[in-house]
């Protein structure tokens, strides 16, 4: 395992993360037909435990707590809570309540509780933004969060998915106010969804934010040969987000063969040499994956090993094409 530096923040991550989204239990809201309950999850964190991946990231809402729930037993099951570097989420509505959604003041406070009480720790080392919350003031926001940093509650602060104008908002707003800034940016980044190279990515690189990336491998679209559906998650895998926006494109066969063949003349899995070019970018401190076997940390750990040459990164950028960024948007009311 390879360990790095969380942007130019002092928190060292391993340069794979765990994704919290593949543990659930119960049939719980937002849990999906792919997910694991916590005796399925166990060889998954026995394995990331084995491979040193201490970079457990998790939310609020997957599961609807469950996912929490679950990360919190396998710390204390199969590891201990100083050898993880621990991060959450917050935005998505938990129930009915006024402080059950958004980024207000009070939705930071009771989120911050039911999280750590979920997890059954004293503190959060990442504590994350899941969305921009446009009915909240930024201000509000910034500084709920700096003062949950100082009642030490969370040791950093990250953000999700959103427009560079919004974070960079936010970011001046706290700088300004003398509040903790976020660290992390946990952008949508993979081979067919590069949005992010336009105007996030240099903002990152110049406020000395790291990018931890979901779906770095397209929920499982670039692990396997165009058109091969086999996979449980490849089955039920929605092809809108939330807001009717397309997750994929036909030209996006061109990229998936690219990744095919570049696995087959050296050899390796398609799913290491997707997760090499997200490593291959700079400003990229750790993907997060979301495995739900042993297997596919291993892969994913491979693929720190991996050099792509100049030739086979152009083969696999050459047939991008621009598109909407999903899951930016958000329904009505959250």
Do not use: C
Not at 28 to 51: I, N
Not at 93 to 114: N, T
Not at 141 to 166: C, F, N, P
Not at 210 to 224: D, K, M, N, V
Request: glycine fraction near 10%.
């Amino acid at each position: 395992m390879e360990y790095t530096k969380l942007g130019r923040s002092g928190l060292t991550i391993s340069r794979i993360g765990l994704g919290g989204m593949s543990f659930g239990s119960g049939g719980r809201k937002g849990q999906g037909t792919w997910t694991l309950d916590a005796e399925a999850a166990e060889p998954v964190f026995r394995r990331a435990v084995e491979l040193g991946i201490t970079f457990w990231d998790t939310a609020n809402v997957y599961g609807f707590g469950t996912s929490e729930e679950i990360t919190g037993a396998a710390i204390r099951t199969y590891t201990s809570r100083d050898q993880v570097v621990l991060a959450t989420k917050l935005f998505a509505p938990m129930g009915a309540g006024p402080g059950q959604r958004g980024l207000s003041r009070r939705a930071v406070f009771e989120q911050i509780d039911a999280s750590l009480r979920r997890l059954d720790t004293d503190y959060i080392d990442l504590y994350q933004i899941h969305r921009f919350d446009p009915l909240t003031p930024v201000e509000e926001t910034m500084e709920a969060l700096h003062d949950v940093v100082k009642a030490g509650k969370a040791r950093y602060i990250g953000a999700s998915s959103m427009w560079a104008w919004q974070f960079s908002k936010m970011q001046y707003t706290a700088r300004i106010h003398g509040w903790s800034r976020f660290i992390s940016m946990q952008d949508q980044y993979n081979l067919v969804a590069r949005e992010e190279e336009r105007e996030m990515f240099p903002l990152l690189a110049d406020q000395g934010v790291g990018s931890i990336p979901w779906s770095p491998l397209a929920a499982g679209l670039l692990t396997r040969p165009w058109g091969d559906h086999s996979t449980t998650r490849g089955e039920s895998n929605p092809v809108t987000d939330s807001v009717g926006t397309p997750l994929w494109q036909e030209t996006d066969q061109r990229t998936v063969d690219a990744v095919q063949r570049i696995a087959e003349s050296r050899g390796a899995s398609m799913a290491q040499i997707a997760l090499a070019w997200v490593l291959h970018n700079p400003v990229v401190s750790a993907p997060i994956v979301g495995a739900t076997r042993p297997g596919h940390l291993a892969e994913a750990v491979a693929a720190l090993d991996i050099q792509l040459t100049e030739d086979e990164l152009a083969a696999l950028e050459h047939h991008y094409t621009p598109r909407i960024p999903t899951y930016y948007g958000t329904p009505s009311g959250y």
